[in-house]
């Protein structure tokens, strides 16, 4: 699975690349990545061991590619991985960066500072965080993830109804609480030590690559690690290509990759965007005889109604017009989603118009 790559004419896809991430990036074709999850050397700036109260050497992250000798230098190296990262990215790609207090505030700037419009920032509150053990400063119980388009006028992807969808039908928001890594899912070396410091928990992966890809895209991880990425990628039928210098991560992740099974087709189907769904006009209710010229309509909170006129529009006393325009007009609002305003009668009940927009959708995807 590990791959030198030089002058690569095709994507090296489900492949760990080894080398400089910079250097394989620039090595890539350009404008060729749907999404790129970067999990970068946070520069820790550790001085020294940190111990429990027990005095045991707490197994901190001290690893040689975490060390940089100034900001400066860090600063430097975040500025030519992203430039090399956003030559990747296809028009409408987009990309997450994880950090800490550390670095994700450089890392911020520099996106900017390249060209990328930050959508979002996300905070992942750890339900099991490491406790602070000098007791100097406030427990670190959460990372932060910047979320960021290759430019402002990128379309990209965001599956807002499959996110809803895992929130138990409530929009998601920007905290997310999800566990570190423990017990099974916690790699190990030979010598049953941690096989990398700051390994990612899957189901931080699984909700970003449902949030912001689709089966098919191709994501690129610059930091790969120990394949966390490449595992979700594949279990959710993404493609992915993953990049890392340090051999030892390289086997690591080649073993995991491979145990790894994706999951069928009916289950990769996520919950389409409300936006994404075919138009019907209102009209077309009217047409097929679902509503009826003259028949009325009523509010969600029954203090209006108001007709359904032979071309689609509504009447009310003082007013005309769409679905949308009618129910601003009596509300006094800006706007208003006529499909879920407006109700009908059927059987001593009222129903939302919108039921009958749904079966026709439903006609469609037959």
């Known amino acids: 699975m590990t791959k030198h790559v030089k002058g690569a004419d095709a994507l090296p896809l489900n492949q760990i690349l080894a080398g400089d991430c910079v250097d394989v990036m620039n090595s890539l074709p350009a404008g060729t990545i749907d999404l ?10 550790l001085k020294g061991d940190l111990h429990r109260p027990d005095n045991s050497r707490v197994d901190a992250v001290d690893d040689h590619w975490d060390q940089f000798s100034s900001f400066r230098a860090y600063d430097e190296f975040t500025t030519a991985w992203l430039k090399a990262a956003r030559r990747l990215l296809k028009p409408n790609g987009a990309i997450w960066v994880i950090g ?22 996300i905070v992942w509150r750890k339900s099991n965080p490491m406790p602070n053990f000098r007791g100097k400063r406030f427990t670190n119980a959460h990372e932060t993830m910047v979320w960021a388009g290759k430019n402002e006028n990128s379309k990209y992807t965001f599956n807002y109804e499959a996110l809803k969808a895992l929130n138990e039908g409530i929009q998601m928001r920007s905290d997310w609480l999800l566990p570190i890594c423990t017990g099974h899912e916690r790699l190990k070396d030979r010598n049953g030590e941690k096989a990398h410091p700051t390994q990612k928990p899957a189901s931080l992966l699984h909700r970003v690559l449902v949030g912001s890809t689709n089966s098919g895209d191709v994501v690129l991880d610059p930091f790969f690690g120990t394949g ?46 409300k936006r994404a769904e075919p138009r019907v006009p209102f009209g077309q209710l009217v047409e ?9 309509l009523f509010s969600m909170n029954k203090r209006h109604k108001a ?13 005309k017009g ?13 706007s208003c989603n006529g499909w879920t305003y407006w109700h009908f009668k059927k059987d001593g009940r009222t129903v939302p118009i919108d039921v009958l927009r749904q079966q026709i959708r439903a006609e469609m995807h037959v």
């Open 322 to 334: 769409s679905i949308h325009q009618v129910g601003a007009h009596l509300e006094g609002a800006p």
């Open 288 to 296: 097929r005889g679902m509503l009826l010229p003259g028949e009325e």
């Open 100 to 121: 800490s207090y550390h670095n994700i505030f450089r890392v911020g700037a520099s996106l900017q500072n390249e060209g990328f419009w930050i959508l979002n920032d």
């Open 36 to 45: 790129i999850f970067a999990d970068p050397p946070y520069n820790l700036q």
């Open 307 to 319: 007709k359904v006129r032979v071309d689609g529009t509504l009447i009310g006393d003082d007013v």
């Open 228 to 273: 966390t990425t490449g595992a979700v990628a594949k279990m959710l039928g993404r493609e992915f290509i993953g990049i890392e210098r340090e051999h030892t991560y390289r086997t690591v992740a080649e073993k995991r990759i491979s145990e790894v099974r994706k999951f069928d087709r009916d289950a990769l189907t996520v919950s389409a965007s």
